[in-house]
């Protein structure tokens, strides 16, 4: 499930319990191995988990060093739900723009590049071993044949624990979110998170 809202008639909210409900049974007949949503805030993960015996697989959210959620990561654990993070580098979406408070492109801030020449890395593979190192499946988007390979590579970037205190303040200066389309859709989303 994409998005916790209707596809069709932005700005109303949809039972995403009975849509949920419609997965498991897809579920149940073999159809599927595993579902899973996207974009949930943390009432409406907890609304779905109090309304099931199926809970997710897993939950893709935006995550990067900018926008790090990481207590919200960390209840994903405990109930065993794999996170795979969007946008690990806090692309912005040219359908929402970039706002005037934005921070400085993640690829470009001043603290990752010193750490992948540090670590003999790219930009893009330290923001990348910092998510999978996490714990977080990450999924780049790319067409270009020599960022994919550049993003295959990032299982060699090898971070040390002063890289991720200098990544760990980049969120607690820049809390920042990049893919919202509550104004457009008329939907609050992504409330009691991070940069709602």
């Not at 994409?2 to 109303?12: C, D, E, K, L």
């Not at 579902?35 to 893709?60: E, Y």
């Not at 005037?100 to 801030?109: F, G, S």
């Not at 890395?121 to 990450?138: D, F, H, I, K």
């Amino acid at each position: 499930m994409h998005w916790p809202v209707a596809s069709t008639g932005h700005g109303n909210e949809e039972d995403f319990v009975d849509t949920w409900k419609a997965m498991t049974q897809l579920l149940q007949s073999g159809k599927t191995r595993h579902i899973g949503v996207a974009n949930f805030s943390p009432t409406q993960m907890a609304t779905l988990l109090n309304s099931t015996t199926h809970p997710p697989s897993v939950h893709q959210m935006e995550l990067h060093p900018y926008l790090q959620q990481q207590e919200f990561v960390a209840q994903h654990e405990a109930h065993n739900i794999h996170v795979t993070a969007y946008s690990p580098f806090a692309g912005t979406n040219p359908v929402y723009g970039a706002p005037k408070d934005a921070p400085p492109p993640l690829l470009e801030n001043k603290a990752v590049v010193k750490i992948a020449k540090k670590r003999d890395c790219t930009p893009a593979q330290v923001a990348l071993a910092w998510g999978m190192n996490r714990g977080t499946s990450v999924i780049p988007k790319s067409a270009h044949k020599d960022r994919i390979s550049e993003n295959f590579d990032s299982t060699d970037c090898k971070l040390e624990d002063e890289d991720y205190v200098t990544l760990t303040s980049l969120g607690e200066k820049h809390t920042h979110r990049y893919n919202n389309p509550s104004k457009s859709w008329g939907v609050k989303l992504f409330k009691g998170l991070e940069d709602s």
